[in-house]
């Protein structure tokens, strides 16, 4: 019964906050016409996101390393198994994340 309501409690916190977010979100647009101002000329405009699938590779492969990592660490060390899988994923994970910024970053930096 106890999950059951621990479930119910996160689904009904995630629905309230995306709710409470829509919610104010229209009403700022809502006022913005009223005033006599087009929502769509304040909105700025973004460069799409090319680098978006090489950052989600080169962290699941980061993460994927990682994990090996953490097995071989806990096979032959004195490390316990949830801080060596843990440690390992994350550094890796977060490896990844970095070379993604780098290599995205120097891409731009040739275009310009």
């Known amino acids: 019964m106890d999950d059951f309501l621990i479930v119910l ?10 709710f409470v977010v829509a919610q104010a979100r229209n009403r700022e647009r809502m006022a913005m016409i ?9 909105m700025t ?8 699938i090489l950052k989600w590779a080169l962290l699941l492969v980061g993460v994927g390393f990682g994990l090996f990592i953490g097995s071989v660490l806990e096979t032959y060390t004195s490390i316990q198994e949830e801080p060596a899988y843990f440690a390992a994923a994350l550094f890796f994970g977060g490896a990844g994340l970095f070379a993604a910024f780098m290599i995205a970053k120097n891409a731009e930096e040739k275009k310009m």
């Open 9 to 18: 409690v996160i689904f009904a916190a995630i629905f309230g906050i995306v």
């Open 45 to 52: 405009d973004r460069r799409p996101n090319s680098y978006g």
């Open 34 to 42: 009223e005033k006599g101002v087009n929502p769509k000329d304040l």
